[in-house]
Structures are given as C-alpha cells and as structure tokens.
C-alpha cells in the first residue's frame, strides 16, 4: 500500500519545526519537535475535514508560532551545565583533527587582523570626526576629469589661485603640498615630514600657536624670510621642548629657516597627513607661488 505524500504546505511547516528545535535546550529538544509536529498535522487534518483549503502562507504562519517558542524555552531554560558542555564537546571535536584545528585558527587570526586593520582606517578616515571647530563645514576640492572617470585629482597652483580669487563659495580656501625634507644641523642629519601650506590654513582650521605666531600673508611671497612652525610633537621629542627655540633657526634641505612658532599638542596635522604624505607632519613652511605659477599646469595641490 503507498503511503499519502505530505503536502507541500505541511512538509515545509514540519521542516521550519525541525529548524527552529536546534534552538531549544537539549533536554527538552525531542519534546518540543513531537509537540509542535503533532500540532500541526492535527491542524491540518481539522482544516483539510472541514473542506477548508489551508494556504501555504497561511499555514506556515501558524507554524511561525514555533520560533517564539524555542526563543522562549532558550531564554528561560538555558543553564550553564549546557554550555560547559557545548565547550567540552568542541574541544573534544578539534583534538581530534589537529590539522583542521591548526587551519581554523590561522584563518580566524588572519581575519581578525585583517578586519581590525581596515576598521583602524575607516575609523580614522570616516568616522572619527576631525579635531577641529566645526569640521562639518571643512571640505577637500578637487580637479575632475569626467570624460576618464577621475573625480579626485590634484590641483594645479593656476587652478587654487583662480578659485580663490573668484569663487565666492567658501569663506577661504588653503593649498597643500607635502614632501620630506633633510634636516641638518642638529646631532645627525635626519628626514623630516614636512608640509607647505597657504598662510589661510590655520585660520581656516582656527588654529593658534601654542607658542609664538602661525604665518602672516607676506610670508606667502616667494622670496620672503624663511620661516617655519613645528608641531608639538616633534618640538619635544627631537628639540627636547626647549623653551628657547623661538628665533633659532633649522636647516631644511640646506636652507635656514627661523622657526616662528610651535603649534598645540592638540595639533599634529591630525588628517592632513593622507592628503600628501604617509607620515604625519612634523614641520610647517609657507607655501608661495611665483608670478608664473598662474600659467604652470603641474597638478600636485590638495585643497581645503
């Protein structure tokens, strides 16, 4: 004699109950399948006698019942017998592949690592805030290329003088330009993370410094005095903090320059140091155009 086949609706209403069981304690694990699986076939055969047809998703409804049951016996009837267990049962599982185990672990480290590495910089690139007044109204403008689907590219120095004179967008607008730099004079010759900014930068950011001045507008004419300022970071760690050092002057890739000034310890160019370099800057020099700058279409500013 052949055996009815189990509808379709009933099938998947028993399978969702088979499902759902993995989440009920163990102990109370075959009651709950024999219970829930008696109700339902029940269910079904009542409809079915009553010529009522049970839909598919009508039925399956009534068996989501299940989930809100196991939630249940889970919250209310977990121990920790249960979960010593669980744990007992998994070492006992792993010893016994040891190259398995090996593997799992490698690959769980690497990913780990992997995954807290990226976060590392999408935290310090998107969602940490800049330390800055305001960062909100702060803004990176960029050349475009549409026609080569290049959206950021770096300004040339014709371009920012352009913008700056006739965009009326902004309350002021900053160039950056970041290279290292050799410095001599001191112990031993050393490479420095240097930056050239327009003399706007610091108002723009409202920055102060901590000691002496920031750069004034004459010292973004090309050939003015030399001058420099120094994070507070590295007027500490390499110029041991000296308290003296405004009017003293750095030999930077062979040039004197008097240092002007010493920025707060709450500036290090925190984010400015991804728009041109990979080191975060430790010296600020004046950045000057020539006359000639405005017809140069080398492209190699960041502007803020």
């Known amino acids: 004699m052949r055996t009815p ?37 029940c269910s079904w055969e009542i409809l079915v006698a009553r010529g009522q047809a049970p839909s598919a998703l009508g039925f399956m409804g009534h068996a989501a019942g299940c989930v809100r049951d196991a939630m249940w016996l889970l919250v209310n009837e977990w121990r920790w017998d ?35 590495a990226v976060f590392s910089v999408v935290d310090d690139v998107l969602l940490t805030p800049l330390p800055y007044d305001e960062p909100t109204q702060l803004t990176m403008v960029w050349e475009s290329f549409a026609e080569r689907g290049r959206y950021h590219n770096p300004v ?3 371009n920012f003088l352009a913008w700056r004179e006739r965009v009326s967008g902004f309350d002021d607008l900053a160039a950056i330009s970041g290279s290292p730099m050799a410095l001599t004079g001191l112990d031993d010759p050393i490479e420095v993370s240097a930056l050239r900014v327009s003399t706007s930068l610091f108002p723009i950011l409202r920055v102060s410094a901590m000691m002496g001045r920031v750069f004034t507008e004459e010292e973004e004419v090309p050939d003015r005095a ?59 020099l004046p950045l000057a155009f020539p006359p000639e700058a405005r017809e140069f279409s080398g492209r190699y500013l960041s502007v803020l």
């Open 82 to 116: 249960m979960l010593s267990s669980d744990l007992r049962y998994a070492l006992r599982s792993l010893t016994k592949q040891p190259g398995f185990t090996v593997a799992v672990i490698a690959t769980l480290a690497l990913s780990i690592g992997a995954t807290t």
């Open 226 to 284: 030399k001058v420099c300022l120094l994070t507070h970071g590295f007027w500490k760690s390499r110029l041991g903090g000296s308290p003296d050092i405004l009017g003293q002057t750095l030999s930077l890739a062979g040039v004197e320059h008097e240092v002007v000034g010493v920025l707060p310890p709450g500036f290090d160019g925190n984010g400015l140091s991804f728009m041109q370099m990979g080191g975060e800057p430790q010296i600020f």
């Open 156 to 158: 040339s120095p014709a």
């Open 5 to 41: 086949a189990t509808p379709r609706p009933l099938r998947a209403a028993l399978r969702l109950v088979s499902l759902t069981s993995w989440l009920v304690p163990e102990h109370r694990r075959d009651g709950f399948r024999e219970e829930w699986r008696t109700e339902l076939i």
